[in-house]
């Protein structure tokens, strides 16, 4: 036979307090509306987030190994070339940043050879999220809030770039958390 244990045997719930409700409900409508700014990455590699190390574990050893005259990296890729471009002592002067930023990614640029992918391919004429641009036989896809772009020429794909997203930016700026 199942023995019932006391306590549980005539237990109800009981009603939470409007002291207890309010800050509950405050909470969970926080976490719901909470929104992380976070540009889009690439092989993890993260713009305003990522530093040499990490694109260097990602991708390997660059083309050469000093940087360009504008502090980018090159590097060889199945499908194309990567540039990587880091955020500069004038950069974080100019955009106000907090210090910390400096070396870390500013920008991702996929320049892809022979990619089969057309705007439709990806979804991209029906996104609403992504603004388009054209001028003759290129057209430009950009979503500013998640910081990638999309260049096509003649409708294929050519160059791809991952930049720091809108609000990613603004927190950098303001020094405030993400």
């Not at 002592?89 to 892809?112: D, I, N, R, S």
Request: charged share 20%; glycine share 8%.
């Amino acid at each position: 036979m199942k023995e019932v244990n006391p306590r549980r045997a005539g237990a109800r719930l009981q009603p939470i307090s409007l002291a207890h409700a309010v800050p509950i409900l405050l909470l969970f409508a926080l976490l719901c509306c909470a929104h992380i700014a976070r540009a889009a990455a690439w092989h993890g590699l993260e713009p305003l987030k990522s530093r040499r190390a990490d694109v260097e574990r990602e991708l390997g050893k660059p083309l050469t190994d000093a940087p360009s005259a504008g502090g980018a990296l090159h590097f060889k890729v199945a499908g194309g070339t990567v540039t990587v471009t880091f955020v500069s002592a004038k950069f974080v002067e100019t955009k106000k940043l907090a210090p910390e930023y400096e070396g870390t990614v500013l920008e991702v640029v996929l320049q892809h050879e022979n990619a089969p992918d057309t705007p439709d391919s990806l979804g991209l004429t029906k996104n609403d999220d992504f603004q388009r641009d054209a001028s003759g036989t290129v057209a430009v896809y950009r979503n500013l809030k998640d910081g990638i772009s999309y260049t096509f020429i003649n409708g294929h794909l050519r160059t791809t770039r991952y930049a720091p997203a809108a609000e990613q930016l603004l927190h950098a700026q303001r020094g405030t958390p993400e």
